[in-house]
């Protein structure tokens, strides 16, 4: 046993098992290095008035809303999620039992993370300004969203399993695309109300099923190059001739929104990032075999829940520290704007790497009263189980258009109801 702060480099190589696809593990925590220095380069604040106004970059720039097109990489997520997970399950096993261990190890730093804006906003709401307060408060919980998605996908990985040959893959991916399309023809040329386009959720559906295809290799290299090249070019007419903005990151001057609800075009991108993935998986997997970026790889994978929750309360405290001394990092022209950049950048790396050292263990160590639910069986009480743990997903994917104020606070109890409930039940 190391008694180092992380296992060695030769650690972890020998306690990687020969058969573990590290392409899979490399495009996990790649895509989340990439969302957490997306988010430091791009999120820009100022307090005026006693008012907290924390914006984009995306909303400045054009070339940066273009270069989302790389840099929006949620797709992966879930392609990599499900490529991991669907070979655990087995047909006849019990749903709720396999959903309930999967969220048993996703809501666990979750738990901890809420203890934090519990106490956090407690405090803060006597401190500051109240138009400082309630904007920090709603941006508190918004990356849970991808949680809430997460679980809703894995709830049908049972169905996506079912999935064997390259003829049915193609079905699903072309069915789940023509819906998202007939949904966005609705909302263009219709008055359809606006929750109409949160059907387009299930595009989330589409890297999951290349996930499947990838890990059952019914769609080799070769040809998802060609699929991911020929969704690029569909994806430039849609916005050249189409509705669509630029952009795959939501921003306020959005007529129509690429991400929330999710649009024909993000679909499209998943569609592209994911056929990608598994073009690059071999050479990927080649350089996955280095010692020193497996390492880092295999140490990241083992808080990647730590660095995606955590990241979001540093980074605004970062910038109330910076925007409270009077150097807001807000208007690009602005002579100090590179130098507050860099900074902010430099401050964010120190602070996310001890709270991943300091806080990985919550995210890894049993948690009393809710690890070691079980239910054994298929049956009602698996049924149950598994409904319940969809419920939670939902209110926590539904609670992000708040965050911890308004109906925010309510719909974050119904998210801790049903997991307290479906695991009273997973005895």
Not at 12 to 19: D, L, Y
Not at 74 to 103: E, H, I, K
Not at 136 to 164: D, K, N, S
Request: proline residues 6%; contains cysteine; positive net charge.
């Amino acid at each position: 046993m190391s008694t180092t702060l992380f296992p060695s480099p030769a650690e972890i190589e020998t306690s990687t098992p020969a058969g573990r696809d590290r392409a899979i593990d490399v495009i996990r925590i790649t895509a989340l290095t990439g969302v957490i220095l997306g988010h430091t380069l791009m999120a820009t604040s100022i307090i005026r008035d006693d008012v907290f106004i924390w914006s984009n970059l995306l909303t400045e720039s054009t070339v940066l809303q273009a270069l989302t097109w790389i840099f929006q990489i949620m797709p992966l997520f879930f392609f990599a999620g499900v490529a991991a997970s669907v070979q655990s399950w087995t047909p006849g096993d019990s749903w709720g039992n396999w959903l309930m261990r999967r969220c048993t190890r996703l809501y666990r730093p979750v738990f901890y993370y809420l203890g934090f804006w519990g106490v956090t906003l407690t405090m803060l709401h006597l401190l500051l300004p109240i138009n400082v307060y309630r904007p920090i408060a709603g941006i508190a919980t918004q990356l849970l969203w991808f949680l809430g998605a997460y679980v809703l996908v894995l709830a049908a990985v049972p169905m996506l399993a079912r999935i064997t040959t390259t003829g049915q893959f193609v079905i699903a991916v072309a069915a789940a695309y023509a819906f998202v399309a007939s949904v966005d023809a609705v909302r263009v040329h219709t008055a359809a109300p606006t929750l109409l386009g949160y059907l387009n959720l299930s595009m989330w559906l589409i890297p999951g099923l290349f996930g499947v295809a990838y890990r059952r290799r019914l769609l080799a290299p070769a040809p998802a190059l060609v699929l991911s090249v020929a969704m690029f070019v569909v994806n430039v007419a849609l916005v050249l001739k189409g509705p669509y903005e630029l952009s795959l990151v939501g921003i306020e001057t959005q007529q129509l929104k690429n991400m929330s609800p999710p649009s024909l075009l993000l679909a499209g991108h998943a569609i592209m990032m994911c056929a990608l993935a598994i073009a690059a998986a071999p050479a990927i997997s080649r350089w996955a075999r280095r010692p020193r970026i497996w390492w880092l790889t295999a140490i990241g994978n083992s808080g990647a829940m730590t660095l995606y929750l955590w990241h979001i309360p540093l980074l605004l405290g970062v910038h109330l520290v910076f925007d409270y001394l009077g150097y807001p990092r807000f208007d690009p022209g602005s002579p100090s704007f590179v130098a507050l950049s860099v900074l902010q950048t430099v401050a964010m790396v120190v602070a996310v790497g001890i709270a991943f050292t300091v806080l990985r263990p919550l995210e890894n160590d049993p948690m009393p009263f809710w690890d070691g639910g079980l239910v054994a069986r298929p049956g009602s009480r698996s049924a149950l189980v598994g409904t319940l743990l969809c419920v939670a997903g939902a209110a926590t994917l539904a609670s992000v258009g708040w965050g911890l104020k308004d109906l925010g606070l309510y719909l974050t109890a119904v998210m801790v109801a049903a997991l307290v409930a479906a695991r009273a039940l997973a005895r």
